[in-house]
DNA sequence: AATTCATTTGGCAGCGCTGCCAAAAGGTCA
DNA sequence: TGACCTTTTGGCAGCGCTGCCAAATGAATT
């Protein structure tokens, strides 16, 4: 136990196969339930793997048959609830295939994201899934190197490399001011993080705002901090846009974590929801579907995507973009 | 573009080396920047290596050198905060060292946590991160094989493989006990989830009532489902407790979720916190600490609990055990 | 018993890279 | 100029496994 990662003695196949009695491509026919062995041979093989504790190394094996199980999953962040659900969902379609996932975070950097792709790609992945459709050239290029199936998650308002799966990001914004509008608000605000960063945000609000336009609106005021987003920010943007706009009839929230910190920030200051103002967020949030009144918002079917994505990578299918759809709850804030 | 994973046209090193006109030792040397070589003969490798878009080849790296740069993490749930947040620690700090998290989710069932492990072995990884002190004999035993350093995370109650991060379980729950006891309460209930898969929150559990026995109390009533922890579950379970206990003065939850859950239960009821009811979470989650009144819990250093038994399982360290403690937020609920 | 065919098995050449060693090239000094 | 030392370089044998092919075995048929 001197703690460096020696692999003291490790059982290899030729030594199982020697154990055995038997040549070490039966072992290795035994092992993978791949073509064909009598059921005595398969007893005496089994009989060895588990007297020695041999572990095969698949390392080697990937080697020798060229095409490795492994997938990598580039995400912007673990603790944004969608990219978990995302992974998730990933996760458990990977399990059913055998596959294993090889995951990493680029905290929305797209230089992050590339280096980690260059990475991923000399593992040789059977696939690469990655949120969105913004990268940088560079990762592009490798990407339709050809090595490995890609899926680009929850965003399909673009072009993509190969597979795309999720929903139309803009419309959703259009369809949550289309749903304000409807309902007779008029002074509405929005209440955002870090557009620069997260660009499908971005794209959300361009989309809210252009259905305001059409309906010859224009966004009341706004107020957008540079930072990830979270329960506080939302909280702490509303404070501050009703301290420039208190007239505001309703406020769009670039996402749930923040619909819910200006949500409590109304419970704080006693102002009457949807009454006094409306709340309008985006994700379907579990958390924001259990205040005492369900925030009004947009759910798209996450941990489908994910479990979609990486299905069509594996299965070999044609490049195509797969629309999911989303759905708006209602709520009771707006 | 037929979709199948077949590597078109992958570049090999040897392919660089004679482009380059170097030996293929030569262009190793220099990719990795280990022994000798003059600048000339780097440029014209660089040079190579662009032109090519050459692409190494890990799997045979790896297998060569024997030790690879993977490191395995099986979590229970990615959903769960907590989870996500040691995800993020070990990322950040295998990201420094260039290695790569293979990761897998074992869903709270051992059988799923064994067969993980039994996968990520067969990759040969550096190192194996798990959460809990809590495995199947067999996942023991194929970890003390000596192939790779294991680091159990999150709970330090008891004996552990290799490393151990963590903080003292049982005691959070019995510190939550003793600050409700020291505010006065003494009609304490609890609403917990799925205590036989979620073995942490058992411990807990356990630990608190032990701090009121050691006070002459008992529980005075309590309600658990058998479910994963939500928002959800703790309202209903609040509910359900409080229908058939109405003369409990405080509450101890799970965890945050479960609280946050409460929380909105008194809410809606118009129940007075902390006068008519006390609440107590665990976990220091964000929107637990953002709710109008913060919910009193239990903070841990989750993120840099995955970061420490990352750089600890890549350094070399000794075996040994690491406290790294936890801390009472009173919040305004309790 | 001889022939034919299907099933089961073993041998061995790689997969692409690294580690080791020896050889070549370059520098220094007498 | 030649001996000696240092730096740079190339060759090649594996790493442990799989895929291919040929050989061995067994069953069925004439």
Chains 1, 2 share one sequence.
Request: hydrophobic share 45%.
């Amino acid at each position: 136990m001197d703690g460096r990662g020696k692999t003291a003695a490790t059982v290899t196949l030729a030594e199982v196969a020697a154990a055995a009695g038997v040549g070490e491509s039966t072992v290795s026919r035994v092992l993978r339930n791949h073509g064909s062995f009598s059921a005595k041979t398969r007893d005496r093989v089994m009989e060895a793997v588990n007297r020695l504790g041999y572990v095969p190394n698949m390392i080697a094996g990937t080697l020798a048959s060229a095409g490795s199980r492994l997938v990598g999953i580039v995400v912007p962040s673990f603790s944004n609830i969608v990219f978990a659900d995302v992974l998730r969902g990933a996760s458990q379609a990977l399990e059913g295939s055998g596959h294993q996932a090889v995951i990493g975070v680029s905290d929305y950097d797209p230089a992050r994201e590339e280096a980690l792709i260059a990475s991923m790609l000399s593992w040789r992945p059977a696939a690469i899934l990655l949120a969105g459709l913004e990268h940088t050239d560079r990762a592009r290029a490798m990407l339709t190197g050809g090595g490995a199936r890609v899926a680009e998650m929850l965003d399909i308002d673009g072009p993509g490399l190969d597979l795309v799966v999720g929903f139309a990001t803009a419309e959703t914004g259009r369809a949550s001011a289309r749903h304000l509008l409807a309902r007779g608000y008029r002074r509405i605000g929005y209440v955002g993080h870090d557009l620069t960063r997260d660009t499908r945000a971005a794209k959300r609000l361009a989309g809210f705002e252009a259905a305001l336009g059409d309906a010859g609106l224009v966004l009341a005021d706004r107020d957008v901090a540079p930072v990830p987003s979270s329960v506080e920010v939302g909280r702490d943007g509303l404070d501050r846009l009703l301290a420039r706009s208190p007239d505001l009839d309703a406020v769009y929230f670039s996402n749930d974590d923040m619909a819910v910190g200006g949500y409590f920030l109304c419970l704080s200051r006693g102002i009457a929801i949807p009454d006094r103002l409306a709340l309008f967020g985006y994700n379907g949030l579990d958390v924001a579907r259990l205040t005492p009144q369900p925030i009004a918002t947009i759910r798209t079917p996450r941990v489908r995507i994910g479990e979609l994505a990486a299905q069509l990578a594996l299965s070999g299918a044609p490049a195509q973009t797969v629309d999911v759809g989303f759905e708006v709850i209602a709520g009771a804030t707006a």
